[in-house]
């Protein structure tokens, strides 16, 4: 999830990785960051004999009149 804060930036996370967390300056930067939080994210869990836990949520865009 991608959100615009209100000083002009970005934030992202992941809702099934609690405690993965990006920020950037544009989209764009908070997607590659949020990315490689991913990656490393899942890297310690296995470091650490933990469990990685399934994609549990879907995206989708709904239009409001």
Known sequence: VIEPAPDGSY???????????????????????IAEAVQ??????RAHNEAVPPPSTTVDRVRAA
């Open 11 to 33: 934030s992202a996370y992941v809702p099934y990785l609690p405690g993965c967390v990006a920020c950037g300056d544009t989209a764009a930067e908070a997607r590659q960051l």
């Open 40 to 45: 490393l994210h899942i890297e310690s869990l």
